[in-house]
């Protein structure tokens, strides 16, 4: 064994390499565990632009929003579940970067084309910056920005304290976040092509909350991703 090599093995006895989305310990020379290997919940295409459902799974014929698609890598299902609650709850901020990275992809199969202006993302509410210590939204856009070159913009900001979003019923959602999202500078926005940034789209009703101000201020077309996508129930209509 030569130098290098023990000092790898040293180090993973006492900084395991772990797999980013379940954070089992993994080898060195692995990227990711084999479970996550094997059954992540990719969305794999052809994938509907409203609802960012493969096709196979779309319920949401093809209703109007005010962003004009939504892509993620992933269902927000098992170990991307996990890996959203390791990134989020668990505070750790460097996830985001690897998470960008898999949202990078979907960027340039779906909007490599696209001149965008700007990038924005879903603000926390005034009781959530206290609470946590950062945003998963705005450091996964911010990573995103690194990667396109796209500007980052704070423009958007939470007017007053929500609920969170997945303590309410889907058809109660909507309700939730109304007029609780506004534009801090129009002048940014105004005709301005931009894309939204959130972790997790449930409903879409967030994404069209703050996806309608923008345009109200102006901006001529909003475009959102994220890292997951709630799968709807087959039985339960999507609401936008
Ligand atoms: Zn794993
Ligand atoms: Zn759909």
Redesign the pocket.
Known sequence: MNFKKFFDAVGWIFFPKRCKYCGCVIEPDRALCSNCSNNLPEISDPV??????S?AD?????RKSYYSSVFAPFYYENMIKTAVGRMKFRENPALCRDFAEDMYKVFLQKYADIDFDLICYVPFSPDKIKSRAFNQAELLAKHLSEKTGIKLSDSLCCLYNIKSQHRIDGADRKGNVFGAYGVVNGEEVKDKTVLLVDDIKTTGATLDECAKMLRLYGAEKVYAITFAVAKAQKNIT?DS
């Not at 779309?58 to 093809?62: L, W």
């Open positions: 509907c632009g409203f609802c960012g459902h096709k779309c319920i949401c014929k093809s999507i």
